[in-house]
């Protein structure tokens, strides 16, 4: 509805084979699209969609326009050694980890749907193979950018650009020097989404140039996963070993993609306004930590309860993530237990540490700030409620509807779906939802979405 599709008299196989690529829709002309990026900090000249065809854009009712992508779709020039398919827990993955961040508010590509090849896919043992169907602002990379620069110079970049302006950041056109203030948008939209990932304890897992979109979604659901326990160094991929795509490192991460896209850029914004122009890419770099600060810090007082401001949030909040990771508190249940802590009950809080660790001098210091803030009892637990979900896509919930799935059963995936799309909104009915992660299950492991 949102696209402004309509299925109606097209049957399920129809359906499916549209959504499979095995039939395309009238006038598609699919294409894979190239592009270069930084893995894991080396640079690689040439990647580009190895598995995935882009069928075109769609615009919606409401005038946005949308790029419509089948991943798993089969081989393409960039597949290297690859088959150019998908397996379907990985595809699920996608799916309910896309969808659950969209419902949190959070940008990100969607997923349209996923289905079923009856092919079988090699992955060391025989899995049942899928596509999902992706639906992306579009699917601009930062390494889309270092693929024009590398082989094609500055008038190309300025080409991508122009693109990509009219496409994403409209007002940069009207500036005096357009990629300028492109690249100050484009930094400015990952800093906000990385404060977002950083306030729901999303680990991506990848974040490689080629998989952060210039328009600032959520992309490339691979290794992903949310903390259960909290602590800044947790990883889950398999493949990052040195723990560059840590929970706590993606800010900084963000940063350093940005310095790449600058470096892409630099010619381009030569071009209209020579070195002075280039030397004001450096302060927008560096301006990275102010914007993600200014998104950050709101959004992490609003999780404790305040609605205004005071010089000695930051470290109030810095000083609960202190107490949390020594007492090895779930991210997720802390936050949202805090609305019962702030209206006067704090078990449920006390009884996520395993030692407090400090969490009971914090909640004496967090009272006495909470009298000095505007809102009354009843208005911040609403608020709170609605900014802290009590449910997440958990990892051993994940598992649980992915092995279902790839039995055959479905029913686990389509009850864990409803429960991430309605995060915010307690059912006594989901409570086995809301469980931490059972003991054992600290040494998850992801791994990439081949
Ligand atoms: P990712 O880290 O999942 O974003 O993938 C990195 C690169 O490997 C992308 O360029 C993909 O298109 C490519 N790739 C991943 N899986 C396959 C596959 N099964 N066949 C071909 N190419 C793939
Ligand atoms: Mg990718």
């Known amino acids: ?28 002309q699919p294409i894979a699209l190239t592009y270069a990026g930084h893995q894991f900090g080396q640079f690689n000249p040439q990647l580009g969609d190895g598995r995935a065809h882009l069928l075109g854009e769609i615009v919606a009712p409401d005038a946005r326009r949308f790029d419509i992508q089948l991943k798993g779709s089969g081989r393409t020039p960039y597949s290297r050694g690859g088959d150019g398919k998908a397996a379907l827990g990985p595809v699920l993955r996608e799916y309910l980890v896309s969808e659950a961040m969209h419902a949190l508010g959070i940008p990100t590509t969607r997923s349209l749907a996923a289905v079923k ?19 992306a602002a579009s699917h601009i990379r930062v390494g889309t950018f270092a693929y024009f620069a590398a082989h094609h110079g500055a008038d190309a970049v300025r080409q991508l650009s122009d693109h990509a302006i009219a496409r994403h950041y409209p007002a940069a056109a009207d500036a005096t020097n357009p990629y300028l203030a492109f690249f100050e ?27 952060c979109s210039i328009a600032g ?21 398999s493949i990052d070993r040195q723990g560059r795509y840590a929970f706590g490192n993606q800010p900084g991460i963000a940063r ?12 381009a914004v030569h071009a209209i306004g020579g070195d002075e122009d280039v030397a004001k890419l450096g302060p927008m770099i560096d301006g990275f930590a102010d914007h993600y600060f200014a998104y950050w810090l709101p959004g992490m007082r609003a999780k404790i309860g305040l609605a205004g401001a005071e010089d000695g949030d930051m470290q109030l909040v810095l000083d609960l993530l202190k107490a949390m990771e020594a007492g090895k508190a779930d991210f997720t249940l802390l936050f949202r237990s805090l609305s019962q802590a702030q209206a006067g009950d704090d078990t449920a809080a006390l009884a996520l540490f395993e030692d407090l660790s400090g969490f009971d001098l914090w909640l004496v210091q967090w009272h006495e700030r909470l009298a000095r803030d505007p809102q009354s009892t009843a208005e911040r637990t609403a608020a709170m409620e609605a900014v802290n979900p009590l449910y997440i896509a958990r990892n051993h919930k994940v598992e649980e509807a992915l092995a279902s799935a790839n039995g055959g059963n479905y029913a686990p995936f389509f009850s864990l779906l409803e429960v991430v799309q309605n995060p915010y909104i307690e059912r006594v009915e989901w409570a086995n939802y809301a469980l931490p992660a059972p003991d054992g299950t600290d040494e998850y492991v992801t791994f990439c979405g081949t």
């Open 1 to 28: 509805a949102e696209l402004g599709l309509d299925r109606s008299g097209v049957s399920d196989a129809e359906l499916a084979a549209l959504l499979s690529g095995a039939a395309l829709p009238d006038g598609a």
């Open 217 to 237: 979604e959520t992309i490339d659901y691979g290794p992903c996963a949310f903390l259960d326990r909290y602590a800044a160094d947790t990883v889950f991929s």
């Open 117 to 135: 090849t009856g092919d079988g896919v090699f992955r060391e043992v025989f899995l049942p193979g899928a596509v999902l169907t992706r639906v």
């Open 185 to 211: 948008a484009v930094v400015e939209a990952q800093a906000a989404l990385i404060a977002r990932w950083m306030q729901v304890g999303f680990v991506h897992g990848v974040m490689n140039t080629d998989n």
């Open 256 to 267: 350093w993609n940005m310095h790449r896209l600058a470096e892409a850029l630099a010619g």
